[in-house]
């Protein structure tokens, strides 16, 4: 003959259920343990903490030298500006330049200049950015370019600047 649990049975299993798991409370619900409690609190602290020392960090930063870092990496090209032109009329700036006689990694190149292209000139005490410069202030100059993306290995190679310094 099998029996079914009676009411009183199942509660008695439930309340050993529910005292495993934690501290009775009235009702039967169940509350964490100190120990849980006091991890939980020990690691909202601790998110608070290292939340509080990231946003130092961040003002830190926007708040520290303002004089931008100038170009990073080596320049592919160095050069006197041969040819320079632009698009159309109603590009403002310089849209190409040719090198003919340049050194580093290539020894002539044409050079495309996108509205992502750095702009600086050289300080005394680094660099300093510029604007777009316009065809006649670059020829004959001499600049650093640092190429972005693929360059096309033809003869003269064929490349996007990332940054260009103008050095003259």
Known sequence: MTTTPTRARRRT?????????????????????RRAMASRRAMASAVLVG???LLAGGVAVAC???QPAGPSGDPGITGLVAAAGRIDAATPGVAWFRIDEGSGDYDAATVSVTDQTDWYRRAPDGYAPIGRPSVADLEGKRVEVRFAGAVA???PVQATAGWVVVTD
């Open 51 to 53: 939340m509080a020392v």
């Open 153 to 155: 290995e033809s003869y």
């Open 13 to 33: 299993t439930a309340r050993r259920l529910t005292v495993a798991r934690g501290r009775p409370t009235a009702g039967g619900r169940t509350m964490p343990c």
């Open 64 to 66: 520290g030298d303002d």
